[in-house]
């Protein structure tokens, strides 16, 4: 038997997970796959902590770095998150030619260039499946099925708490406050659900999407990212009459200017098959000029599905480690441009509070003609001498929109700009 010691950086949901399932599938595991995987130590910040899955007896430590140079810890899994002390403990491992298994989108997305780099000097894998997706196959598909077609564009619901929370809000009319509860309580959301709510989640996965899509590093600096807290049921409900749902999407796309990657909520027209994708789960839309399209959904979150992507890359490394080769980055990065996002052509919904009077829709639509902004739709429902409109632009560059909001929001008969919020259509 092909015996693999294993070393887990963390035992909380998808760790404990994760042993659970190498321990009661292991004879399974064995026979698919003729490897024996067997927990060698397990890092973790309290020992006395009551835990969801038994830990087998005498693994536990607090000391991950004696861990990692343990003789007996042939591979390393990381499931701790966050980058410190994650980041250095992953590079001490590949350093020491181990190869590693994580799922931490915040380390990769941070860190993943000089990790990548370590894994080939030291000529160790460096696999992160469940980083991005949770228990769907993205990231193999990405680097390596897919690593022969010149990609255009990835598009993607990557973060399960927020859709969630908008599935609540747009189905049952579930205040945003009580959906985000109910995700924290289903276990969707990270512990602090500011990341998840405001778009950094999703914007780590993007940038690492992004990354392998177009074969070069894109940093999180370079990925803009707003999040849902400022969408209401009203916006919910336009945006529906208007023939759209609002998405929180994460959007890779090859544009003329360079590589753009960015993270916002949107209309996305209902017929769109990520506008289908209900509650946590995810779904990857990616457009290709011979593969046309290809949509990738599933379980986004969650113990098990995260551990069965832990798990595959777990079998994947221990049979580079029984092959003995040196292993080579599954993709290779090189310098490209990166896009401007002031550049990069948006469309926008804006939601506007104004005075009910002649002449109102005339400065409104200068201000936007001034910017370079062409509206494409515009419909208007009065209340006594007030009254609510929805504009709906074309296509113009992103800087050119901005400015036509900042020109808005200041004209007299704008009482307020309700909502504005970008649209993800083919339409120009
Ligand atoms: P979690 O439940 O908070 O578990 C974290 C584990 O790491 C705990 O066992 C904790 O120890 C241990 N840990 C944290 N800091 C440590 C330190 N400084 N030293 C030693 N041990 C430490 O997290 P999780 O939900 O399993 O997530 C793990 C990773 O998977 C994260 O990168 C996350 O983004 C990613 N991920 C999670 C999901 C999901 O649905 N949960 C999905 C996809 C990816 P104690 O148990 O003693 O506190
Ligand atoms: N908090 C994340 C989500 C977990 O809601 O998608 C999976 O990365």
Redesign the pocket.
């Known amino acids: 038997m092909n015996t693999i010691g294993i070393g887990l950086?963390?035992?909380?949901?998808?760790?404990?997970t994760l042993i659970h399932r190498l321990v009661t599938e292991h004879a399974a595991i064995a026979a698919k796959t003729g490897l024996d995987l067997q927990i060698r130590r397990v890092?973790?910040?309290?020992?006395s902590?009551p835990?969801t899955f038994d830990i087998p007896e005498g693994l536990l430590t607090?000391e991950?770095a004696e861990m990692i140079t343990d003789p007996e810890v042939d591979l390393v899994v990381e499931?701790?998150?966050?980058q410190d002390?994650?980041g250095d403990l992953v590079l001490q491992a590949l350093q020491a030619g181990k190869p590693v298994v994580?799922?931490?989108?915040?380390?990769i997305a941070a860190r993943g260039a000089q990790l990548i780099a370590a894994a080939e000097e030291s000529g160790v894998a460096l696999l992160f499946e469940?980083?991005v997706g949770?228990g769907i196959p993205i990231i193999r598909p990405l680097s390596e099925t897919l690593a022969g077609e010149r990609l255009t564009r990835v598009m993607g619901i990557v973060n399960g708490t927020t859709n969630y929370i908008l599935t609540r809000m747009s189905e049952e009319g579930t205040a945003y406050a009580d959906a985000l509860a109910q995700a924290q309580d289903l276990?969707?959301a990270?512990?602090d659900p500011t990341a998840d709510v405001e778009g950094a989640d999703a914007a780590a996965k993007a940038a690492i999407l992004a990354s392998l899509a177009f074969g070069t590093w894109v940093g999180l600096d370079h990925v803009p990212h707003s999040g849902i807290s400022e969408i209401t049921a009203a916006d919910i409900r336009y945006a529906r009459d208007l023939g759209y749902a609002i998405k929180l999407l994460g959007i890779a796309e090859d544009t003329p200017a360079g590589v753009s990657a960015r993270v916002h909520p949107v209309l996305l027209p209902l017929e769109h098959p990520l506008s289908a994708i209900r509650g946590a789960t995810n779904a990857i839309f990616i457009e290709g000029p011979a593969i046309d399209t290809l949509l990738f959904a599933g379980p986004?979150?969650?113990?098990d599905p995260?551990a069965t992507a832990v798990l595959g890359d777990v079998i994947d490394a221990a049979r580079e480690i029984l092959a003995g080769a040196q292993v080579a980055p599954r993709i290779r990065f090189s310098e490209a441009a990166l896009a401007d996002f002031g550049g990069v052509p948006t469309k926008w919904y804006v939601r506007l509070e104004v005075d009910d009077r002649p002449g109102v829709l005339a400065q409104i639509a200068a201000a936007f003609g001034e910017a370079n902004v062409s509206i494409k739709s515009v419909w208007q429902e009065g209340t006594d001498d007030e009254a609510t409109l929805l504009i709906v632009t074309h296509r113009a560059p992103e800087d050119a929109q901005q400015d036509a909001l900042a020109a808005v929001k200041h004209l007299d008969c704008v009482n307020a700009v309700a909502a504005a919020i970008r649209v993800e259509s083919e339409e120009l």
């Open positions: 950086l963390g035992a909380g949901t998808v760790g404990g890092a973790v910040r309290d020992p902590k835990r607090t991950p499931v701790m998150g966050g002390p994650a994580t799922a931490n989108k915040e380390l469940a980083a949770g276990g969707y990270e512990p986004g979150a969650g113990g995260t």
